[in-house]
């Protein structure tokens, strides 16, 4: 997998004139800086990396194009080779403490290039396509059974625990029944109607209606009630925001409607 | 570890040559041993012949081949045109254990709950215990009667004739019962006598029967 | 007796003295092989060692017997605890044939790089593998976790708690691998043994990590 567009252009001399390379997604500073000290036939020293960091420069100048992140990883490093490179140009006092950092540097590319070596024999190996393959199944039937297997001994209290629990489950028919008095929703259209009408001229709020209601069935008839008044154009009703408050009015059309009206033809739907 | 297999003077254990397309004749068994792992159905020999590249009769050679070999956990067996492996017969045992096909069977929830209504309330047809159980039992008073668990004692003279059902010998048995007397008390259910509570069930499907059936 | 392989001229030929318990040392490769073929799932060393009646170590021992055998058409795999059968490798254009099979795609060079880095060095962190190649992962790992070579195998106990990879069964079938103990020796770079530079590298990441993560 060579990355080099055109290795003929090269003019001799100045080694990787014009270098470019083609940079696939994955390929990262270490990718970059390791094939160019390959490409130096160099071996990873302090020295070699001097001698490819103007390479490298030039190959982070000509990545305008690619993502700031990934510019990023390439000028780090970059900044590590000019470290590097001043290091080896000014005079050092010999006993200068430096940071370990050119050495990181190396020690990191001897590592990747380890990693290059194992992804090389994996590839090797994917190239030839040796793969092998697991069985979808069983690949032998079970023997058959001679017998079903042999029933287990039970207690027989299992018996009666098992009755107990289906029989708590059925309802007793001597118990009563709890009847709660329906509301249709002919009853609530005309408790809606009541409601907003007295407190005209001024809106009323649905958490009013809301509150006077028993349960959630109750709740749900009168909101229902009030979609079904809104549409009939008994009503106005407005909300200022999601899940906010709804103001309730009636509509100047419907202030002489009768409630038996509004509610003519409403189906009794049962609230429960 | 020396496996006497390995001595590989025969020329039936000798690798393929050509590892891409075709396969050498001496490696065919070992192929074919290699398809039949994969397959997720019993191949048939065209299907061997097709995937390996060869002609159906070399397969049929070499499945006699691979059939003679010795000292395998397997042997080849063929229905029809197709062909798999089974375990040795010799290994049946082991094969057993191993896939736990020995265990007991233990009776479900569902089980356990309808031969209780039997137990408790025969003769009673599959109509009474279904209103019992609200649910279709019509499999799990098969399942009870395939067990040798619950009987036919007699039918009902109403619409249909339906059967009515009983425990048998095997079940005193099985629940370590003398006779049905000794079934355990059935206590109380929340706060009324169970067993009250039981024979108003199925009385209450009585009820229902002639006209539902 | 109809079954072939009573004919006992090799001495791992012979059937199991007793029929329903313990089985010859010399006929477990066999029953082991009859267990894997049998067996739902792959199944771990102490599973096949209950169905054998025999110890673990016994079945240790057999299973390298067993892997020892020539001219077979499959190989054992293991992983973690568990083995099970796969096609010998030479066999894959065969198999694929067989299996209507296309190729899988080649993996890119991000992945084979990254694949290698958990293949030899797991358990490892996405953070100790961007710090070996010194860019960011997160997308090639995903690949390789969509196509089933890597998985989840652990969390590491320190700051976010960030998700260790290793390799799946699918890695060691699709680069042909009986264990993580058959990778391709890594030989040397830059003077040192690479094998340890790799080590190095995921050691030197791991000690940056509770500070960036």
């Known amino acids: 997998m060579v990355a080099l567009v055109n290795p003929a252009t090269y003019p001799a001399g100045s080694l990787l004139h014009g270098y470019q390379l083609r940079l696939p997604s994955f ?63 000014l005079p050092r006092p010999p006993a200068a403490d430096d940071d370990g950092e050119p050495d990181d540097l190396i020690t990191q590319l001897v590592e990747y290039r380890a990693v290059k070596e194992a992804a090389r024999l994996l590839g090797a190996k994917d190239e030839r396509g040796d793969g092998a393959f697991a069985r979808a199944s069983a690949a032998v039937e079970a023997p058959a059974a001679a017998a079903p297997p042999p029933l287990a001994l039970h207690a027989s209290s299992s018996l009666a625990r098992a009755l107990r629990r289906r029989l708590s489950a059925v309802p007793s028919p001597a118990a009563e029944i709890a009847h709660r008095p329906l509301l249709t929703l002919r009853e609530m259209v005309e408790r809606v109607l009541r409601v907003v009408r007295g407190g005209e001229p001024e809106a009323v709020a649905f958490s009013r209606i809301r509150r006077g209601c028993r349960d959630r069935h ?55 | 570890m020396t496996d006497p297999t390995a001595n590989t003077s025969l020329p039936v254990d000798q690798p393929a040559l050509d590892g891409t397309a075709g396969v050498a004749s001496a490696d065919l068994p070992a192929l074919l041993e290699a398809l039949l792992l994969v397959a997720p159905q019993p191949p048939t020999i065209d299907e061997l012949a097709r995937g390996a590249g060869v002609d159906p009769a070399e397969i049929e050679d070499a499945l006699s081949r691979l059939q003679e070999r010795h000292g395998r956990g397997w042997v080849l067996q063929r229905h029809g045109d197709t062909v798999q492996f089974a375990t040795a017969p010799r290994f049946a045992a082991q094969v057993r254990r191993f896939l736990n096909l020995d265990r007991e069977a233990r009776l479900s929830g569902a089980a356990l709950e309808t031969l209780a209504i039997v137990a408790y309330q025969q003769p009673v047809t599959r109509a009474e215990i279904e209103a019992v159980r ?16 619950i009987e036919q004692i007699g039918r009902l003279p109403t619409v249909g004739n339906p059967i009515q059902y009983g425990t048998t010998p095997d079940f005193l048995r099985h629940f370590g019962l003398g006779s049905l007397a000794e079934l355990p008390s059935l206590g109380e259910v929340g706060g009324r006598d169970a067993r009250g509570a039981l024979e108003a069930a199925v009385a209450a499907a009585a009820l229902e029967q002639p006209a539902s059936s």
């Open chain 2, 134 to 149: 609200g649910v279709d039992c019509a499999g799990v008073l098969a399942t009870l009667h395939a067990r040798g668990l």
């Open chain 1, 27 to 89: 390929e990262g500073p270490l990718d970059v800086l390791l094939r160019l000290v390959e490409r130096s036939q160099l071996d990873i020293t302090e020295i070699s990396l001097v001698a490819v960091t103007d390479q490298f420069l030039i190959h982070v100048r000509g990545l305008a194009a690619v993502a700031p992140d990934a510019i990023a990883e390439f000028v780090a490093v970059a900044g590590r080779l000019v470290l590097l490179k001043s290091r080896s140009l």
């Open chain 1, 218 to 272: 109750e709740v749900l008839t009168a909101f229902l009630a009030v979609l079904v008044l809104v549409r009939r154009r008994v009503l106005d009703a407005e909300q200022t925001e999601l899940f906010g408050e709804i103001a309730l009015r009636a509509t100047d059309t419907a202030s002489s409607t009768d409630p038996e009206v509004a509610g003519a033809g409403m189906p009794a739907i049962a609230t429960d």
